[in-house]
């Protein structure tokens, strides 16, 4: 089966960014395909690189970039919610004349077509929100 | 993409505590390029979000609901609020913004777009759907 997951809220502050990383890991573990992971709301925040949690604890954003790479995902970060919460890379940095970028790697920042996109071509959506 | 899925936004959230009625407005304008079979669900506190004379100046936050009115332009044409939901909010239909669309297979007549449905009608109405956004 083929899913697209919607994440809502940012990490630490909410467990559903924990739950939907269990859910894909899970997904992929049974065999099923990712179309796409999609970050919206406060949900961008897991896409920042400069997150640095306690070592005792778990990196929310690097468990992101390594399942993204081992399993080539596609993580898209939505560009008009992470605009409103700095979320920055190189296209958006010199788009609106920001000194820095933070994206995480793995991610990218589109726009909400691509959530729009993965509901059309997706035999589930499943999303993670309060 | 030739298929045409039918899509429910399911809005529970007041509109100004949290951004969530907002960017759900947002995914809503932005799908209805895609042409897919459109409906809006609003239960619990996302009933507000349809309250006309909506006044935000005392907040200092940008007023959206002005942006209901226009989903009929969209081809937005199903918005279904639950009754129970009003009622727990001692709130009628006469307290909501009056949204309507042009239907084109009857001279552009304007039609209403908000339907009155039960709890039990709206959890049939999103049995039907084969994708649910949930704000």
């Known amino acids: 089966m083929k899913f697209t997951i919607q994440v809502n809220e940012g ?3 909410h467990q559903s960014s924990d739950s939907a990383y269990h859910f894909a890991k899970s997904v992929l573990e049974k065999g099923h395909e990712i179309f796409r992971i999609f970050f919206y709301h406060d949900g961008v ?3 920042t690189r400069l997150t640095t949690p306690p070592q005792d604890d778990r990196n929310i954003v ?6 993204a790479q081992q399993h080539n995902l596609d993580l898209v970060v939505c560009v008009a919610a992470a605009q409103r919460r700095g979320i920055v890379d190189e296209g958006e940095a010199k788009r609106n004349k920001k000194d820095a970028t933070n994206i995480a ?3 990218r920042i589109s726009g909400l077509g691509q959530l729009v996109e993965g509901a059309i071509q997706s035999d589930r ?6 | 993409m030739s298929q045409t899925k039918k899509f429910l936004y399911v809005n529970r959230k007041a509109p100004y505590g949290t951004i969530y009625a907002w960017e759900s407005l947002e995914v809503v304008l932005i799908g209805a390029a895609f042409e897919q079979d459109v409906s809006l669900a609003f239960i619990d506190d996302g009933v507000y979000q349809l309250v006309k004379g909506q006044d935000t100046s005392g907040i200092g936050m940008k007023n959206f609901s002005p942006t209901y009115a226009a989903l009929g332009d969209y081809e937005v044409r199903k918005i279904y609020v639950e009754k129970e939901s ?4 001692g709130l009628s239909l006469d307290d909501l913004q ?6 084109e297979e009857e001279d552009w007549a304007e039609k209403d777009s908000i339907m009155l449905v039960s709890r039990a009608e709206m959890a049939e109405v999103m049995a039907e759907q084969d994708v649910l956004f949930n704000f």
Do not use: M, T
């Open chain 2, 98 to 103: 009056h949204l309507v669309y042009e239907d």
């Open chain 1, 105 to 107: 790697q793995g991610f």
């Open chain 1, 125 to 130: 959506l499943v999303v993670f929100g309060d």
């Open chain 1, 45 to 47: 925040n897991n896409g």
């Open chain 2, 86 to 89: 009003l009622e727990a909010r």
């Open chain 1, 11 to 13: 990490p630490y502050q």
């Open chain 1, 62 to 67: 690097n468990r992101w970039s390594d399942l």
